[in-house]
């Protein structure tokens, strides 16, 4: 027979180990890096804005494009204005940026998460 304390300790245990685990919120299908080389901006709301990297392979899996964009107008990406900014930012000043992507259902890559190095 278990004691009080030895039953709160082990659900004390089972709880620390499921906050220990990692959680993953979105999944990325690509992580790609380098300086802007071109910016496209487009008076339309799926693929509105665009920025092309340097690389030789696909932005994300499944796609040979070396651009991902971000959806403008009235049905516009969380953060939008920030990742815009963001991208401007590093095409002027000739910063490394990072972006992670998500493959869309059309074989395109959408801008998910961005960082400056």
Do not use: E
């Amino acid at each position: 027979m278990r004691t009080k304390g030895q039953l709160l300790w082990r659900r004390g245990m089972m709880w620390a180990g499921l906050l220990a685990m990692p959680i993953v919120s979105f999944a990325f299908d690509g992580d790609q890096s380098g300086v802007p080389a071109q910016i496209d901006a487009y008076n339309n709301n799926v693929v509105g804005f665009r920025v092309y990297l340097p690389i030789s392979v696909g932005m994300c899996s499944g796609s040979s494009d070396n651009w991902a964009y971000l959806i403008g107008g009235t049905n516009a990406d969380a953060n939008y204005s920030t990742f815009v900014a963001t991208i401007l930012t590093a095409k002027a000043q000739g910063s490394v940026l990072r972006l992670l992507t998500r493959a869309d259902g059309a074989g395109h890559c959408q801008i998910q998460y961005i960082s400056i190095n």
